[in-house]
């Protein structure tokens, strides 16, 4: 059984960092490929980065518009997926959600409008 929870979430200023963390509860996220999309209010839930499953950690998505200013990674023992944001922008304030795509590359996670599992999210706020 598969049950995500994030992690990490907060208040900070424009131009600040945060790293949300996402885990199944200290079981293994190898065999899945791991997603964070966000969802503003008003707006629809939208892809923000992948990584796909396994141990390689160059196969990893983007979106256009955390390009360069956000990571995605695992942990050295696959039970924590992060989210490293830096030089945070108010247009990145969102409720950011991790999900699960069993044996999924990180292009499949991206391209995906369903997932196997989502977390209930982690209030992201830049000011």
Same mark, same amino acid.
């Given at each position: 059984?598969v049950?995500l929870?994030?992690?990490g979430g907060?208040?900070?200023?424009a131009g600040?960092s945060?790293? !949300?963390s996402c885990t199944n509860?200290?079981r293994?996220?190898? &065999?899945?490929?791991?997603?964070?999309f966000r969802? +503003? /209010?008003?707006?629809?839930r939208e892809?923000?980065?992948?990584?796909g499953?396994?141990?390689n950690?160059?196969?990893?998505?983007y979106?256009?518009?955390?390009?360069?200013?956000?990571?995605?990674?695992r942990?050295?023992?696959? !039970?924590l997926v992060?989210?490293?944001?830096?030089?945070l922008? &108010?247009?990145?304030t969102?409720?950011?959600?991790? +999900? /699960?795509?069993?044996a999924?590359t990180?292009?499949?996670v991206?391209g995906r409008?369903?997932?196997?599992y989502?977390g209930?999210?982690t209030?992201?706020?830049?000011?």
């Amino acid at each position: 059984q598969v049950q995500l929870v994030e992690s990490g979430g907060g208040l900070v200023q424009a131009g600040g960092s945060l790293r !949300l963390s996402c885990t199944n509860s200290g079981r293994t996220l190898s &065999p899945y490929g791991m997603g964070w999309f966000r969802q +503003a /209010a008003g707006k629809e839930r939208e892809f923000v980065a992948a990584i796909g499953w396994g141990n390689n950690p160059e196969d990893t998505s983007y979106a256009d518009s955390v390009k360069g200013r956000f990571t995605i990674s695992r942990d050295g023992a696959n !039970l924590l997926v992060f989210l490293r944001m830096n030089s945070l922008k &108010p247009e990145d304030t969102a409720v950011y959600y991790c +999900a /699960a795509d069993y044996a999924s590359t990180a292009r499949l996670v991206a391209g995906r409008s369903n997932h196997d599992y989502w977390g209930q999210g982690t209030q992201v706020t830049s000011t």
